[in-house]
């Protein structure tokens, strides 16, 4: 039986990366993409890397730095952003049958059976092919398990010898990698687990990989800290989760750019929150039945403070945006005290089922033929022609008193007619 190969894809700086596939002028920029309301920096190229900037940084304690040093700092576009991760994961289905897209900018494939003398020549062709097809650079790693593979991936990508590919299936090279990663490193590990493993004496991969004791290390992290640690002995724990789990909840959640003082610009917010919510639930063939409404006053300034949720449970799950949105309103009319300056709004729907498996009521006012077909249309015309070109009167015209601060953002190129690259 052939031992299993699991190989790890990913884009290198994958937000600066989107950014430079457009503008070949910023090709030795240091180039920074920050967070929403452009807060802090989320993605960072090596160049910005080296002035000292790390991640998760508020720009305007570093606003300095990179206004000297010529940064070229950018708004979330996340339109571009998941554009562009869907030509790059089409891509890399032509190298293998099963792939797990791991997130936005990573997937993990199953490369078992192929010759281990020449994979990293094959993966190196995968490099070469996704970067020609895309624009956008990756780094490879190759291992016996995903968390090696991760493991691997490091090394690849901060390793200018490996050129972007680094295998651990040679003993020598695992042991390379394993001596230089550091504990708090390790795929899975967080910071109060990193703090405990040092308190034991373990600092590093190896470290960890040859702790005898496992059932000690099972009752200080759990299962799952011991599953880590059979997978740098090249157990395979983890497998390959080629359907994407569905979402038992969805949040959608957002900071204002101003503050907002009355009820009719605060329903508009919720409004566009749910419409987003609503179409991640039809995404996944869902429906829900309990609708969460949150609203809070910036508690990081200095004005009376005020924060309220409430939720409601609806008689017949539904994903008809209309409902939800009705729905949405009575719960904000409810928690909604005037006089205060708010700054957040969150939508939370749960009780996700889906909508070919669950209970239409007797009583309740379920959804129509014609309500899905509807939505359909919606969700058609907006995936084609861009996000909120067909929207719910509710959601309003005007965001600006509310909209999130992008004052950096660039055009969408691939997503928006009026704004495709112009040569």
Known sequence: MNQKIFVLVDCNSFYCSCERLFRPDLANRPVGVLSNNDGCFVSRTNELKKLGVAMGVPYFQVKEICDKNNVAVFSANFSLYTNISDRVMNTLFEFAPNIEVYSVDEAFLDLTGLDEKTIEDYCRHIKDTVERNTGIPVGIGIARTKVLAKLANRIAKKDERTKGVYSVLPRANLEYALARVEIGDIWGIGRQSTIKFKMIGIHKASDLRNYKNKLFIQKQFTKIGRMIQDELNEISCFPLNTEAPKKKEIVCSRTFGNPVFDLATLRESVASYASL??????????????????????????????????????????????????????????????????????????????????????????????????????????????????????????????????????????TGWNELLKI
């Open 277 to 414: 919510a609503c179409e991640k639930l039809r995404k996944q063939q869902s429906v829900c039945q309990v609708i969460e409404i949150y609203i809070r006053t910036n508690p990081f300034k200095e004005v009376p403070q005020y924060a309220r949720a409430d939720s409601a449970l609806l008689i017949s799950p539904t994903c008809d945006t209309r409902k939800i949105i009705s729905e949405a309103w009575k719960i904000l009319d409810g928690i909604f005290i005037n006089g205060f300056e708010y700054k957040k709004a969150l939508v939370k729907l749960s009780r996700i089922q889906d909508s070919n498996e669950h209970q239409n009521s007797l009583f309740g006012e379920n959804d129509t033929s014609e309500d899905l077909e509807l939505m359909k249309v919606m969700d058609r015309i907006n995936y084609r022609e861009g996000h909120e070109t067909v929207k719910i009167a509710a959601c309003g015209v005007n965001k600006e008193s509310w909209y999130m601060k992008q004052v950096h953002k660039s055009k969408r190129y691939l």
